[in-house]
């Protein structure tokens, strides 16, 4: 979890989830922390019996971008009774809550899956488990990820429809810079404005559409879809 920010929903607004696009599990900073020669301390923590939190694992592999979804959803989430506020979709477990603890077999096995809308080793679970917050209209669902690509929007939108929001202020941003707003608003206490995926299609598909296994450590515009690699 992200240092600073608490887990615990708020009592004031709407009741909301946020979705978290995940981090690439096959990048380099991927394979520094699974190398097994690895003894840095949190490398030697994912080692552990206890294991570390995804949210802290993912931070790691994807570095500020990670960071800023983590920190702004722990400080904004209004999650249902019973529900955790920040879940992170994984490329063979569908929504996993932020806080679980994770250990090295694990990651491995979110690397061993690429993100495809038609794998049903990704779609299969993702869909369970948004389909549990679907039967509650009640419930906005905020995707912080990527929009421009289907990997995780055709998904989505075919379990929530026009439920599914995200940030207005990700559009033409790369993900440093998404990342840097996160962070800057979880600090300062300000919310961002959301709207409709379905709505924003248009203004938000690339002609060309990306698909692998999450976030990558490439820098660029929305409309290449940077944070999650092709």
């Not at 979709?89 to 061993?112: H, K, M, Q, Y």
Request: glycine share 12%.
């Amino acid at each position: 979890m992200a240092a600073g920010y608490s887990m615990q929903p708020r009592p004031d607004g709407p009741t909301r989830v946020f979705l978290l696009s995940p981090a690439h599990c096959g990048g380099k900073r991927a394979a520094l922390l699974l190398r097994d020669a690895a003894d840095f301390p949190l490398a030697a923590r994912l080692r552990s019996a206890d294991g570390i939190s995804l949210g802290e694992a993912f931070s790691f592999l994807s570095g500020l971008y990670f960071r800023g979804k983590l920190a702004y959803a722990s400080r904004f989430a209004r999650p249902p009774r019973g529900a955790a506020g920040v879940q992170v979709i994984t490329a063979n477990r569908g929504l996993v809550p932020a806080d679980t603890a994770v250990g090295l077999e694990d990651l491995r096995a979110f690397g061993s899956v690429d993100i495809r809308a038609n794998d049903p080793r990704y779609r299969g679970p993702l869909v369970r488990d948004v389909g549990r917050f679907a039967g509650d209209p009640a419930v906005e669902l905020v995707l912080l990820g990527s929009v421009a690509t289907g990997k995780y929007v055709d998904v989505l939108l075919d379990a929530v429809g026009e439920r599914l929001h995200f940030p207005t202020d990700f559009l033409g941003r790369g993900d440093m810079s998404r990342g840097a707003l996160l962070l800057r608003a979880a600090r300062e206490g300000r919310e961002l404005a959301y709207e409709p995926v379905a709505g924003a299609l248009p203004r938000l598909r690339p002609s060309r559409r990306g698909a692998a296994n999450g976030d990558n450590e490439k820098r660029g515009q929305d409309a290449e879809d940077p944070d999650e690699p092709k």
